[in-house]
T-cell receptor
Framework: DARVTQTPRHKVTEMGQEVTMRCQPILGHNTVFWYRQTMMQGLELLAY????????DSGMPKDRFSAEMPDATLATLKIQPSEPRDSAVYFCASGGTGELRSQYFGPGTRLTVT | GESVGLHLPTLSVQEGDNSIINCAYS??????FIWYKQESGKGPQFIID?????DKRQGQRVTVLLNKTVKHLSLQIAATQPGDSAVYFCAEKAGANNLFFGTGTRLTVIP
């Protein structure tokens, strides 16, 4: 049963610290999405990649957030420096080409910045 | 669950009854919609989709209705079961590969 995996599942850190969240997309999927979910804003798209190239990161605060895909099996989302307002659940999703319905979500990383 | 807000619309139904969850979308040009189910502690899970050239689509125990005139979607769940308790989101296609998610509705099934 192919799944998107995310690590860590939970992260508590202090304001100002660097946070790195990792995602392993489903093997063979060439599209990777990062979403953030908060009580106030709901689910927001932060960035997405196709064939490891960033296609859209307009939803991401550029000054502190960065997203990369070092290889086809790993996507990372970094926050440096982290702030309390970054506290949220961050989801990674992967999908096949052209099929939004085939976008599979990971279990999420719950980030708490104190 | 940790994925939902304090002010989500809520719907409580008795086990075995039918549920109807509603969603209003914003972009009249949207041509594709998806309903997702999110259980506590998990990511959203695809339920059913519909294209704008359709008014209705049925799946297993679920039906999606699309009213383009008033920009409204609904998800009907037949014979609701305790396992259906979750937050349900509608999402509309925004751009080539993007989805814009609604705020969600929490469904609670009363045994």
């Amino acid at each position: 049963d192919a799944r998107v995996t995310q690590t860590p599942r939970h992260k508590v850190t202090e304001m100002g610290q660097e946070v790195t969240m990792r995602c392993q997309p489903i093997l063979g999927h060439n599209t990777v999405f990062w979403y953030r979910q908060t009580m106030m804003q709901g689910l927001e798209l932060l960035a997405y990649f196709r064939n490891r190239a960033p296609l859209d990161d307009s939803g991401m605060p550029k000054d502190r957030f960065s997203a990369e895909m070092p290889d086809a099996t790993l996507a990372t989302l970094k926050i440096q420096p982290s702030e309390p307002r970054d506290s949220a659940v961050y989801f990674c999703a992967s999908g096949g080409t052209g099929e939004l319905r085939s976008q599979y979500f990971g279990p999420g990383t719950r980030l708490t910045v104190t | 669950g940790e994925s939902v807000g304090l002010h989500l619309p809520t719907l409580s139904v008795q086990e075995g009854d039918n549920s109807i969850i509603n969603c209003a979308y914003s972009n009249s040009a949207s041509d594709y919609f998806i309903w997702y189910k999110q259980e506590s502690g998990k990511g959203p899970q695809f339920i059913i989709d519909i294209r704008s050239n359709m008014d209705k689509r049925q799946g297993q125990r679920v039906t999606v209705l699309l009213n383009k005139t008033v920009k409204h979607l609904s998800l009907q769940i037949a014979a609701t079961q305790p396992g259906d308790s979750a937050v349900y989101f509608c999402a509309e296609k925004a751009g080539a590969n993007n989805l814009f998610f609604g705020t969600g509705t929490r469904l609670t099934v009363i045994p």
